[in-house]
Structures are given as structure tokens and as C-alpha cells.
T-cell receptor, first 109, second 113 residues
């Protein structure tokens, strides 16, 4: 079973920031938070991951709360091509990735 | 960039046929994985491998086998395809270590008639 909870769907206006929440209240101290996305009929694409600190790369930012029980993926300027299912995964070395149902993000023109 | 390729994007086979799905990665990753993805069920792990000639069962190995003769190549075998194996098959690879990231191939959509 997935260790994360995400809303099933969200809408975002093109050009606006998309903020995708994830709850992982049972996360343990050495587990990472990973984000992937999957555009229709393609393989999942890695976006970003973090342990405790906030992270940023060319695709997105990851904000992890101080107690690490939740996180938010931020796409700063969403485009139509960001329409996808976004998966939040809690993972540690030696475990297997468990993909839950994710959040279906629709970016609207 | 990490590249994971799969031998076919679409495949149509008949019940009872032996099916080979090939996956190749070019980043010298130790770990390779096979998943299947079905609507409403998410991604489920079939088999994985942490080294050449090594394999481990995932959550749903029944009806499948795998082969890893070379580090860069991981094959999924359906010995006798059945209609309930119609699915999207995804291969992934990763480096060993804490916080390792899995990189996925484009997927093979298999239809068993």
C-alpha cells in the first residue's frame, strides 16, 4: 500500500503556479519523498526528490514541512504540457517504489 | 541523460504465445525493474534485479519470468501469454545507494488476444 495520500484531481490555469499537496504522516526519518509524473501513454518521469530540506531544480520545487508529514510540489508556471498524473512516493533504500493513484493535474488554457 | 529503452511500444500476441519484452539502459545502473500498469491498480512490481544473473520476485511474479545476462539488459518473459496479461509494461533502472532514483522507459503496451 502507498504510504501517501494525494487529492485525486486538480485544475490549474496556464501560466499560474500549480501546487500539488501530499500527505505522508507515517514517514520515517530515513525515507525520501519522491515526485514523478506520467503523461498519458508514457512511462513515469522523475521530477524531484528530497529528504528534509526544500529542493529546487529546473522542473519544480519541493517543499517539505518541518515535521516531514506532508509536502508540496510546485510547478512555478504551469503549461499545457504539464497536464499529467503526479505521483508522490515515500521511499527508502532497500524498499520498492510504491505508486499510489496520484493526482491528475489538468492545466487549463 | 539516463536512457531506458524498451524493444516495442505496442505488441499484439495470441493466447499461449511466448512473449519477450526487452529493456536496455545505458547508464551502467545496477538495478533494473519490471512493472505493469493497469487502470485503477497503479504500477505493480513484477520482478527486479540488483545484479547480473540475479533476480527477485516483486508483488505479482506469477506467469512471468526474467533474465539478466548482461548488466544493461533486463528481459521479461511471458511463458504462455494469457488475456489477463494485457497491460502496459514499464521497465526502470536505478543506481544503488540511499535515495536512488528510478528512471523509466517509455513502456510497452501489450495486447493478448
Amino acid at each position: 500500500d502507498a504510504k501517501t495520500t494525494q487529492p485525486p484531481s486538480m485544475d490549474c490555469a496556464e501560466g499560474r503556479a500549480a501546487n500539488l499537496p501530499c500527505n505522508h504522516s507515517t514517514i520515517s526519518g530515513n525515507e525520501y519523498v519522491y515526485w514523478y509524473r506520467q503523461i498519458h501513454s508514457q512511462g513515469p518521469q522523475y521530477i524531484i526528490h528530497g529528504l528534509k530540506n526544500n529542493e529546487t531544480n529546473e522542473m519544480a520545487s519541493l517543499i517539505i514541512t518541518e515535521d516531514r508529514k506532508s509536502s508540496t510540489l510546485i510547478l512555478p508556471h504551469a503549461t499545457l504540457r504539464d497536464t499529467a498524473v503526479y505521483y508522490c512516493i515515500v521511499y527508502n533504500y532497500g524498499q520498492n517504489f510504491v505508486f499510489g493513484p496520484g493526482t491528475r493535474l489538468s492545466v487549463l488554457p | 541523460d539516463v536512457k531506458v529503452t524498451q524493444s516495442s511500444r505496442y505488441l499484439v500476441k495470441r493466447t499461449g504465445e511466448k512473449v519477450f519484452l526487452e529493456c536496455v539502459q545505458d547508464m551502467d545502473h545496477e538495478n533494473m525493474f519490471w512493472y505493469r500498469q493497469d487502470p485503477g491498480l497503479g504500477l505493480r512490481l513484477i520482478y527486479f534485479s540488483y545484479d547480473v544473473k540475479m533476480k527477485e520476485k516483486g508483488d505479482i511474479p506469477e506467469g512471468y519470468s526474467v533474465s539478466r545476462e548482461k548488466k544493461e539488459r533486463f528481459s521479461l518473459i511471458l511463458e504462455s501469454a494469457s488475456t489477463n496479461q494485457t497491460s502496459m509494461y514499464l521497465c526502470a533502472s536505478s543506481q544503488t545507494g540511499p535515495g536512488e532514483t528510478q528512471y523509466f522507459g517509455p513502456g510497452t503496451r501489450l495486447l493478448v488476444l
